[in-house]
T-cell receptor, first 113, second 114 residues
Framework: GESVGLHLPTLSVQEGDNSIINCAYSNSASDYFIWYKQESGKGPQFIIDIRSNMDKRQGQRVTVLLNKTVKHLSLQIAATQPGDSAVYFCAELPGAGSYQLTFGKGTKLSVIP | NAGVTQTPKFQVLKTGQSMTLQCAQDMNHEYMSWYRQDPGMGLRLIHYSVGAGITDQGEVPNGYNVSRSTTEDFPLRLLSAAPSQTSVYFC?????????????FGSGTQLSVL
């Protein structure tokens, strides 16, 4: 999940296993959510997004689940690979007409070969 | 199509020095923004712009100035650098047309203020 304080939460998974990264968002009016991947020394890269009228969206090896009742978002990565090692951020867009994404603090995923 | 380009990649300043971080995008995006990233703090918005000639403050604007004279460029100026401005800076842009809210990021500038 998202961090409090100076240290990022870390998720360590074995290569080939599935990873689940969680995110709690704050604004019940948010209608768009996005996951980014940030490798060391690089800028955040888009992974997948989802609108609030959906519960689930799938991409290539990734799935995002949205639970609006408890304001929870998760990113599932299937068959995790060493190249998936990175920090993952969720972000929310609070409502129609807004263009300012609010970012979570991130979760570090470490893949054990 | 280069996307969002930031220069320089690394910079070391002394307290009180000034400098400009450059950002350019070639996607004809109306919206451009600057974020700083500090350990455990996530990405925090400094300034943003929704078009040429229009800028506004984000969450942490103090100590930074911006201008938007063209659609492509959005430089960030530090007028008198302070150690508290040591951080990694990211420029990001997106279109405001249609329903694509995806934000595209540059590769970042690592700034150290001594």
């Amino acid at each position: 999940g998202e961090s409090v304080g100076l240290h990022l939460p870390t998720l360590s998974v074995q290569e080939g296993d599935n990873s689940i990264i969680n995110c709690a968002y704050s604004n019940s009016a948010s209608d768009y959510f996005i996951w980014y991947k940030q490798e060391s020394g690089k800028g955040p890269q888009f992974i997948i997004d989802i609108r609030s009228n959906m519960d689930k969206r799938q991409g290539q090896r990734v799935t995002v689940l949205l639970n609006k009742t408890v304001k929870h978002l998760s990113l599932q990565i299937a068959a995790t690979q060493p190249g998936d090692s990175a920090v993952y951020f969720c972000a929310e867009l609070p409502g129609a007409g807004s263009y300012q994404l609010t970012f979570g603090k991130g979760t570090k995923l470490s893949v054990i070969p | 199509n280069a996307g969002v380009t930031q220069t320089p990649k690394f910079q070391v300043l002394k307290t009180g020095q000034s400098m400009t971080l450059q950002c350019a995008q070639d996607m004809n995006h109306e919206y451009m923004s600057w974020y700083r990233q500090d350990p455990g703090m996530g990405l925090r918005l400094i300034h943003y712009s929704v078009g040429a000639g229009i800028t506004d403050q984000g969450e942490v604007p103090n100590g930074y100035n911006v201008s938007r004279s063209t659609t492509e460029d959005f430089p960030l100026r530090l007028l008198s650098a302070a150690p508290s401005q040591t951080s990694v800076y990211f420029c990001a842009s997106r279109t405001l047309r249609g329903t694509n809210e995806k934000l595209f990021f540059g590769s970042g500038t690592q700034l150290s203020v001594l």
